[in-house]
C-alpha cells in the first residue's frame, strides 16, 4: 500500500494533469492514459481509486505482473516496443485494451490469432508513426500529399482486411523531444501525425467504402480515427493541435530511473 505521503502527492499530481487536459481540450477531454512504467502496482491502485482506468506500460513482463495483481476493470495500454514473439504473452491478458505501437503485419497477424476465444471486444491498435525520422526512434514513414500511400497504407489495410479480431482506432507517434521543448505550439511533428491520419482516412474510406464501416476508428465514433500524441512536456500542445488520447508518465508519477538503473 502507498503511504499516506505518497497517496496525497499521487492525488494532486493527477488532479493538476486532468484540470490540464481538460483546459487545454476543446470539448470533451482527450482521453488521459497515465503512464506507469517502473511504478509500483500501489501507485497504479492510488489512481484507480480516483477513477483513473487508463494505464501505459513499456514492458510486456512488467505489464503482464502489473495486470495479475492489479484489478481487472483497468483498461491496460502496451507503449513499448512490440516484437511478435511477446504477441502471445500480451494478448493473454483479459483487460489488455490497446497496443499503441504496432508496426508490422508479422505483430499484427500474431496479435489477431493470439486472442483468446472468449474474449468479447476486439483489440484496439495504433499505428506507430516515426514523424521526426530519428533513427533511433520506431515507427513507420509518415504520409504526405506526395506521399500518400506507402508501408503505413498497406499496413491499416492488413488490418482491416485480414485481422477481424482488431480493431484499427488510430495512429501514434513520440516525435522529436526539440519539438517539443522548442517550437511553442506549433510541433511539426503532431501536424505531420494529423495529415497522415487525413490520408490514411481518405485512403480507408475508397478502399473499403461501406464494407469497412466500424472496422477503425473510436469505439464509439464516426470512423474518424484517433491520435495518440503528447507527453508531459507537450500534452497540451498536442491536445490543441487535435490529440485524442495523451499518454502521461512523470507529470503523474514523478521522475523514473532510467532502463539502466532498473536492470538488476
Ligand atoms: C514513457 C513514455 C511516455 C510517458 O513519458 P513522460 O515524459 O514520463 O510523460 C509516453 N509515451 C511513451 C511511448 C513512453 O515510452
Same mark, same amino acid.
Given at each position: 500500500?502507498?503511504?499516506?505521503?505518497?497517496?496525497?502527492?499521487?492525488? @494532486?499530481?493527477?488532479? $493538476? %494533469? !486532468?484540470?490540464?487536459?481538460?483546459? +487545454?481540450?476543446?470539448?470533451?477531454? &482527450?482521453l488521459?492514459v *497515465?503512464?506507469?512504467?517502473?511504478?509500483?502496482?500501489?501507485?497504479?491502485?492510488?489512481?484507480?481509486?480516483?477513477?483513473?482506468?487508463?494505464?501505459?506500460?513499456?514492458?510486456?513482463?512488467?505489464?503482464?505482473?502489473?495486470?495479475? @495483481?492489479?484489478?481487472? $476493470? %483497468? !483498461?491496460?495500454h502496451?507503449i513499448? +516496443?512490440?516484437?511478435?514473439?511477446? &504477441?502471445?504473452?500480451? *494478448?493473454?491478458?483479459?483487460?489488455?485494451?490497446a497496443?499503441q505501437?504496432?508496426?508490422?503485419?508479422?505483430?499484427?497477424?500474431?496479435?489477431?490469432?493470439?486472442?483468446?476465444?472468449?474474449?468479447?471486444?476486439?483489440?484496439?491498435?495504433l499505428?506507430?508513426?516515426?514523424?521526426?525520422?530519428?533513427?533511433?526512434?520506431?515507427?513507420?514513414?509518415?504520409?504526405?500529399?506526395?506521399?500518400?500511400?506507402?508501408?503505413?497504407?498497406?499496413?491499416?489495410?492488413?488490418?482491416?482486411?485480414?485481422?477481424?479480431?482488431?480493431?484499427?482506432q488510430g495512429l501514434m507517434t513520440?516525435?522529436?523531444?526539440?519539438?517539443?521543448?522548442?517550437?511553442?505550439?506549433?510541433?511539426?511533428?503532431?501536424?505531420?501525425?494529423?495529415?497522415?491520419?487525413?490520408?490514411?482516412?481518405?485512403?480507408?474510406?475508397?478502399?473499403?467504402?461501406?464494407?469497412?464501416?466500424?472496422?477503425?476508428?473510436?469505439?464509439?465514433?464516426?470512423?474518424?480515427?484517433l491520435l495518440s500524441m503528447g507527453?508531459?512536456?507537450?500534452?497540451?500542445?498536442?491536445?490543441?493541435?487535435?490529440g485524442d488520447i495523451v499518454r502521461?508518465?512523470?507529470?503523474?508519477?514523478?521522475?523514473?530511473?532510467?532502463?539502466?538503473?532498473?536492470?538488476?
Amino acid at each position: 500500500m502507498a503511504s499516506r505521503e505518497r497517496k496525497a502527492e499521487l492525488l @494532486e499530481s493527477l488532479a $493538476e %494533469i !486532468r484540470s490540464r487536459v481538460a483546459s +487545454a481540450s476543446p470539448a470533451t477531454p &482527450a482521453l488521459l492514459v *497515465a503512464v506507469s512504467k517502473y511504478k509500483p502496482a500501489s501507485d497504479i491502485q492510488v489512481c484507480l481509486e480516483d477513477g483513473q482506468l487508463d494505464f501505459g506500460e513499456n514492458y510486456v513482463q512488467e505489464l503482464v505482473e502489473k495486470a495479475k @495483481e492489479l484489478p481487472l $476493470e %483497468i !483498461r491496460w495500454h502496451f507503449i513499448g +516496443a512490440l516484437q511478435s514473439n511477446k &504477441a502471445k504473452t500480451l *494478448a493473454a491478458i483479459p483487460n489488455l485494451y490497446a497496443i499503441q505501437t504496432l508496426t508490422s503485419e508479422k505483430a499484427a497477424s500474431a496479435l489477431n490469432k493470439a486472442l483468446p476465444s472468449d474474449r468479447t471486444t476486439p483489440l484496439n491498435v495504433l499505428i506507430q508513426v516515426n514523424t521526426s525520422g530519428e533513427e533511433a526512434k520506431s515507427g513507420l514513414a509518415p504520409l504526405s500529399e506526395d506521399n500518400p500511400s506507402g508501408e503505413l497504407t498497406k499496413l491499416a489495410k492488413f488490418i482491416v482486411n485480414q485481422c477481424p479480431r482488431l480493431r484499427l482506432q488510430g495512429l501514434m507517434t513520440i516525435g522529436a523531444l526539440e519539438q517539443s521543448l522548442n517550437s511553442g505550439d506549433d510541433n511539426a511533428d503532431f501536424e505531420r501525425l494529423k495529415e497522415t491520419r487525413n490520408l490514411l482516412h481518405g485512403f480507408l474510406l475508397s478502399e473499403f467504402q461501406d464494407t469497412g464501416k466500424g472496422k477503425w476508428g473510436a469505439e464509439t465514433g464516426d470512423g474518424r480515427l484517433l491520435l495518440s500524441m503528447g507527453m508531459s512536456s507537450d500534452f497540451e500542445v498536442a491536445i490543441k493541435a487535435g490529440g485524442d488520447i495523451v499518454r502521461v508518465g512523470t507529470g503523474i508519477f514523478g521522475s523514473r530511473k532510467t532502463k539502466a538503473e532498473m536492470a538488476p
